[in-house]
């Protein structure tokens, strides 16, 4: 028989369980709002292209618990890139390259969201031995968790393909950091392939990260 204490101890488990499973499936995403990419700490401005290119880092909390996924957990760096233009002409960024290089000069480049949703998914298989990914269709708790992060990285992933004249455009972009040491401190974010409207390359932007850079924008 088994003791009425021990009844008691399973059932409280499993009721904290299941109010986890149900405030995560309540949780949704939600962007943070982007200011112009000149207040934030981490930034890099190039005054006479009048485009500045600033980064965030959510690898912690309070800042990471926008995210239903624990991205830190799975060895992911979300890095929040803002971009802001200036000038009176568009600049196009669909085919801007984003790359970490860490003090100890290893470069890496940004995840695409697949193989994002990979590892947080635990999915087998990598860019050079794709698998189907998503939609994925609905069924099961498990199913219902991973379609939920599929659109988390959808809707989080930096994706504009240009930045219009005095406007801003921002979203995150994730680094496979699980292991690579000290990969923020010391660390820059490097963008290049950013054309003006003629389209001629811009300079390359050089981000230092700053590992204590806070949530809110206005640092000096």
């Known amino acids: 028989m088994v003791p009425r204490r021990a009844l008691q101890l399973l059932a409280l488990a499993a009721t904290v369980a299941l109010t986890s499973l149900s405030l995560w499936a309540a949780k949704d995403f939600v962007p943070p709002r982007p200011e112009n990419a000149s207040t934030y700490a981490c930034r890099d401005a190039h005054p006479a292209e009048k485009v500045t290119a600033a980064v965030d880092l959510y690898n912690s909390s309070p800042k990471d ?4 996924t624990p991205y830190n957990q799975e060895g992911i760096l979300p890095v929040f890139l803002v971009i802001t233009n200036d000038g009176d002409q568009p600049i196009t960024i669909n085919n801007m390259r984003v790359e970490l290089v860490t003090a100890s000069r290893a470069k890496l480049e940004s995840l695409t969201t697949d193989d994002v949703f990979r590892r947080v998914a635990h999915i087998g298989g990598n860019s050079n031995n794709p698998v189907r990914v998503g939609p ?3 069924g099961g708790n498990k199913n219902k968790k991973a379609q ?7 809707s989080a992933n ?7 004249p005095h406007s801003t455009k921002a979203g995150f972009v994730f680094f ?6 000290q990969p923020v401190n010391g660390a820059s974010i490097y963008l290049t392939g950013m054309r003006d409207a003629g389209g001629n390359d811009l300079m390359y932007f050089e981000i230092p990260l700053i590992p204590s850079n806070s949530a809110a924008p206005g640092l000096p």
């Open 148 to 154: 939920k992060q599929y659109e988390e990285i959808l």
């Open 176 to 181: 496979d950091v699980l292991n690579v040491k």
């Open 158 to 164: 930096f994706a504009a393909e240009a930045v219009e």
């Open 65 to 68: 618990n926008i995210f239903i």
């Open 136 to 138: 994925i269709p609905l």
